[in-house]
Each structure stands twice: as structure tokens, then as C-alpha cells.
């Protein structure tokens, strides 16, 4: 009854919003009419316009969601050939479950499993069906563990609840797609917004009843045991296909480097970290509910297992890719389908690594090369000037930027550090070293020989002027050469920067712009457009493309070249940058600025003071 109840809310809910519209057009008329026999047309326009604006944007939202179709999320369709044993298991679990098999199966990259069903007539009639099972379930879980996944699924169906899919999705688009079109400044958006959190916390409260419904079907089918270490296993993956992402495969993707076998590699790291991920598995969070939450906590969902009926289930621990004819062709084919390479070259992952690594580290280097470069005012810098301040007894001054809390002689010593950077740098420029993949842990320098290369301690005695010979003999012996380390990207980029705030409207050199503020530089984007549309456009704005890329096309002032900062006003915000060429650079806050998340400013301000430090 979950479902038919969830309906009725759904329908209820929805016509509700329109509701609320329709008085809102009585209340906007009335006003008018009242505004108009009071006042002159001139004022009753300016003060109604934006109501009646707001008013439209329902209509708008209320047509995109009518015409939208709830259409199969991308993936790749598996047939009997390629799943035989994902589709007899599938089958037999919807026959357990009392429902009709799904009509496709498709495989996705998510770390996920679910279901959809494009049904008409608000759900009264069914339609075809879709099981969508992500890849690297298939690679982490055991059969009987899959199993479970797949009975909760199925569950689903059979109580009916994909059947409302279409109408919380057209509902959920509609209310959404309405206040977004409202600006946050309009009286009339402050009624939708709250009504919209309204909708959400009932359609969530049905949501997580509905997903406790169906965990009683998998453990009825898969038992407790399977049930739960499954169920426990998800954010253990999520959290591993995350670190895989960002570990291995973002530095070659910001370099233009794509893995030849995305998925596989995957495998791999799961292979080598198995007891990592068992131990995140066995920590699993039980956070506490939010009423915004579409499922219920772990721990609630676990404690409730238990209680359930269970069948006699027996451990099956075999790898559940064995459900697909061949995993690593599959593999390949999702890449194909779901990934899009651009220009990308596609390597083997022992090439990828090695020159996604070297590409990151040059990135450091260059990071060094350009401050010894503004420090001893060379053009072209690289490792032969950072050994000549050595040579000369200037590298503590040099060092004390990056060891803010050091005296000189004891940034010097610290540096050996950044130089062990540098000279790993000239080992793979001058073609003696490169890097070697591990799964297991982070990637080695290696000589040709794949040997072990550590150039720690010449790292070290390269930071003293009385050991830099004997640490150029050594490297020398190597066959590193350092002048064959030298800056390659003479101006900083924003590769692989982290988006940390962004505002809207803000004035810089006196032409307004907007600023996407990253944890290596602001990028600034001049003429941006309406000032009541900022908070939207930002969101947009890095929806749309990484911002590296946005980087990439609009001035970008990386931190490194801002020297100091004085902030005569926190609130609105009022800063000149003084640049290390000598430019000024004028920051001012308007009235219209609005923010990207509240703390934007926060942030920006906080950025300051560590230039300043």
C-alpha cells in the first residue's frame, strides 16, 4: 500500500504547488488592482513586474517537467550472450519476489544498483523495465552478495514503487525547475522554496519506507549475512572508487592522458587494497537520518535486517563478475559508451601512470622554478638556480616562502624536501628514471632496470653549499643532468585546482565580474551578465566544464604572482592585490553580489590572509 499511498501524495503534493501559484495570482492581482486605482500605471508596473516574472517561471517549469521524458540512464545493454548467468539469476529472483523481470539490463559506471520503469497514467499502468547494475559491483561483491543487491531491486517491483518513478520525477523537476527560475530576492520565491522543502520531506519520508520494504526482500532470498555485509560494502566502495578517481586517474586526465581500460584498473586496486576496503567495510558510518535523506541509515537499515525473515541462504563467495561472459570486454565496451575522451591520448596504465606522475611532478617543480625565477630575477629558471642560490648561501632566504614558521638556516635544511622534488624532476627529464605503477600503494622512481631509485639523501646534501658538490657528483654518476630540468609552464595554470567559493557580480579594476575563487588562483570573468541571475550562473558555470577549463579561458591570477594584500574593508568586500610585477589589481563587493555558497567570501577573505603570511 507504500506505493499507492506515495501516489496519492505525489499527485497531492504536486497539485498543491499549483495551487499555491494560483493564489499567489489572485493575491498579485488583487494587489494590482489596488496598486493600480491608488497609484499611476508606471508604479504598479515596476512593483508587480518581477511578481508576475516569478509567476511565469511556473508555467515554465510546470511545461519542461510535462514534456520530459524519464528516458534509461546511459549503459551498456547486456544480452543473454554477454550476462547468461546475471539474466537466469535475475529471473529467478523476480519470480521469488512475485513480479515481472525486467526487460533490459544495463551496466553502468556508477557504484550503484536500481531500478525504473517508464510507466504511463501517473503510474497505473505499467511499462518497460530497466535494471541497471553498476560495474563495479560486479567486481568488489560476491555472488550471494550481488544476489542481495539484485532481490532488493527486484523488490522494488514488486511493491510497486517504480511505478511513481515518473511522477516524483516530473514532480521533483517541476518544482525545482520553478524556483530556480525565481530570483532569491523575490518575496513570491520564498513561498516556493519552502513549499518545495515541504514536498521533498514527504517524498523522502515515502522513499525510505519504501527502501525498508525492500530489504525485506533481500534478505528473504540472500539471508542476513549477505544482506547486510552488502549493504555494508556500498560506502566502503563508493569510497574506494572515489580514491581511485582521484588518485589515479584525474592527474593523466588534467595532463590529456586517458587509461586505455578504466574499469580494469579498478579491478586492479581492488585486487591490491582488498584488506583497505575490508577494513572501511567494517567501519561502515551509521550516521544519524536527516529528513532529507532518500534512504535510511545503515545502522537503521541493518537493525531492521535483522528482525526480517530470512531463508536458508548459503555462502556463495564467488567473484560476481562470473554473472558476465567476459568482464574486462564489458569493461571496455561501458568506456567506450560512457567516457568521453576528447583529445585525450589513450595509454596502457603502466604508460598512463608514468607520465600522468612526471606530468604532476613537473607541475610542482615548475611551481619552484617560477619562485626561484622572481626571486633571482631569471626568465627562464630551473634546477641550475636553485643550485646557484645554494652555491651562493641564498636558499634559506628563498626558502623562508614556503616554511613561513622557519628561520633561514632552518628553512635551508627544510628543503631538502622540495629539492628531493626537484631532482626526481631531472632524473625523468634527463631520461635515466621513470615511474612505476603500483596498486598497492603510491608510484616508485625506478631506473631502466626497474631498481629502486632515492635520491633523498642527495636531496639533502644538495641544500648546503658545503655538500652540493658531492651531492652534482653523485647525480652526475646517475647520469642526471641538471640543466635538462628547467620550467615548462612558465605561468601557473589551474590543472587540477579544487573549486573553493565563487561570487557573482564583483567589481575588479572597476569592471564588474565574476570570480571562481580555487585553492591555486581566481579565475575572472568579465561581462558576466544579469546582476539578479549571479548565484544561478555560477552554479551553472561549474556544472558545466571542470574550471580548469574555465580557467583556461578566461584570465586566470594564480596566488603565487600576488605578493600582498590589503583589505580595507571585510563587509562588502574592499582588497587591492599588489602583484609582484608591480600591478595593482582593485576587488570591490557590490550591493548586487551574491555568492556561490554563503561561506564564498569566508573563504576568499581566508585566501588573503595566507598570501599575506
Given amino acids: 500500500m507504500s506505493a499507492t499511498y506515495r501516489a496519492l501524495a505525489s499527485v497531492v503534493m504536486l497539485i498543491g504547488f ?27 508596473g515596476k512593483l508587480l513586474l518581477p511578481l508576475v516574472v516569478a509567476l511565469g517561471a511556473v508555467a515554465v517549469g510546470l511545461w519542461k517537467a510535462i514534456r520530459t521524458k524519464n528516458e534509461p540512464a546511459p549503459g551498456l545493454i547486456l544480452g543473454e550472450r554477454e550476462a547468461p548467468q546475471l539474466w537466469a539469476t535475475v529471473r529467478e529472483l523476480a519470480a521469488a519476489v512475485g513480479t515481472r523481470a525486467p526487460d533490459e539490463i544495463r551496466l553502468v559506471p556508477e557504484v550503484n544498483a536500481a531500478v525504473g520503469e517508464q510507466s504511463r497514467l501517473l503510474g497505473l499502468v505499467g511499462g518497460r523495465r530497466t535494471l541497471y547494475v553498476g560495474l563495479p559491483l560486479l567486481q568488489a561483491m560476491r555472488v550471494d552478495q550481488l544476489r542481495s543487491v539484485l532481490a532488493h531491486e527486484l523488490g522494488h517491483y514488486s511493491g510497486r514503487h517504480t511505478r511513481l518513478g515518473g511522477v516524483a520525477y516530473r514532480g521533483r523537476l517541476a518544482i525545482e525547475g520553478t524556483v530556480e527560475r525565481i530570483s532569491p530576492r523575490n518575496p513570491i520565491g520564498w513561498v516556493f522554496k519552502g513549499y518545495s522543502k515541504l514536498y521533498l520531506m514527504v517524498d523522502n519520508a515515502a522513499s525510505r519506507r519504501q527502501e525498508l520494504e525492500a530489504d525485506r526482500a533481500s534478505v528473504r532470498l540472500a539471508g542476513h549475512e549477505a544482506a547486510t555485509s552488502a549493504l555494508r560494502t556500498l560506502p566502503a566502495l563508493d569510497a574506494a572508487w572515489a580514491f ?18 578504466l574499469f580494469g584498473g579498478f579491478a586492479q586496486l581492488l585486487q591490491a587494497r582488498r584488506e583497505e576496503i575490508d577494513e572501511l567495510r567494517e567501519n561502515a558510518p551509521e550516521r544519524e537520518a536527516s529528513r532529507w535523506d532518500t534512504h535510511p541509515p545503515i545502522g537503521v537499515r541493518v537493525a ?7 531463508a536458508e541462504a548459503r555462502l556463495d563467495d564467488r567473484p560476481a563478475w562470473i554473472m558476465l561472459a567476459d568482464v574486462a570486454g564489458a569493461g571496455r565496451q561501458l568506456q567506450g559508451l560512457v567516457v568521453d575522451h576528447g583529445s585525450r591520448r589513450i595509454l596502457p596504465w603502466p604508460e598512463f601512470v608514468a607520465e600522468s606522475v612526471a606530468a604532476t611532478v613537473q607541475q610542482q617543480a615548475d611551481g619552484i622554478y617560477r619562485a626561484a625565477g622572481r626571486f633571482a630575477g631569471t626568465a627562464a629558471p630551473g634546477l641550475p638556480t636553485v643550485l646557484d642560490l645554494v652555491r651562493t648561501g641564498r636558499l634559506g632566504a628563498f626558502a623562508e616562502q614556503f616554511f613561513s614558521n622557519a628561520t633561514r638556516k632552518e628553512a635551508a635544511l627544510a628543503f631538502a624536501g622540495p629539492m628531493e622534488t626537484l631532482l626526481d624532476n631531472a632524473a625523468v ?29 642527495i636531496a639533502k646534501l644538495a641544500v648546503s653549499p658545503e655538500t652540493l658538490d658531492e651531492a652534482l657528483s653523485r647525480l652526475a654518476e646517475r647520469g642526471v643532468d641538471a640543466a635538462q630540468a628547467t620550467v615548462v609552464q612558465a605561468r601557473a595554470s589551474a590543472r587540477n585546482a579544487d573549486l573553493i567559493g565563487g561570487l557573482a ?51 586566470y591570477l594564480p596566488y603565487e604572482e600576488i605578493t600582498s594584500v590589503e583589505v580595507t574593508r571585510e563587509v562588502p568586500l574592499k582588497a587591492t592585490l599588489t602583484l609582484y610585477d608591480g600591478r595593482t589589481v582593485q576587488v570591490q563587493e557590490l550591493m548586487s553580489s551574491e555568492f556561490l555558497e554563503k561561506h564564498s567570501r569566508d573563504t576568499l577573505l581566508r585566501v588573503f590572509e595566507r598570501i599575506n603570511d
Fill in 304 to 310: 531492521a535486517m535483522g528482525e526480517a525473515p530470512a
Fill in 429 to 457: 627529464r634527463s631520461g635515466r628514471a621513470r615511474w612505476q605503477l603500483s596498486w598497492s600503494g603510491p608510484a616508485q622512481l625506478v631506473g631502466a632496470g626497474g631498481e629502486p631509485w632515492d635520491l633523498a639523501e
Fill in 18 to 44: 499549483y495551487v499555491v501559484a494560483l493564489l499567489q495570482l489572485a493575491a498579485v492581482a488583487a494587489l494590482g488592482m489596488w496598486l493600480f486605482s491608488h497609484t499611476s500605471g508606471v508604479v504598479t
Fill in 244 to 261: 581511485y578517481m582521484r588518485r589515479y586517474v584525474e592527474p593523466g586526465w588534467s595532463a590529456g592522458l586517458a587509461p586505455d581500460d
Fill in 505 to 555: 557580480n564583483i567589481k575588479i579594476d572597476g569592471r564588474e565580474h565574476d570570480v571562481l575563487v580555487l585553492d591555486n588562483g581566481l579565475v575572472l570573468i568579465p561581462d558576466p551578465g544579469k546582476s539578479s541571475e549571479g548565484e544561478k550562473r555560477l552554479t551553472e558555470m561549474v556544472s558545466a566544464e571542470p574550471v580548469g577549463e574555465l580557467a583556461a579561458r578566461h584570465p
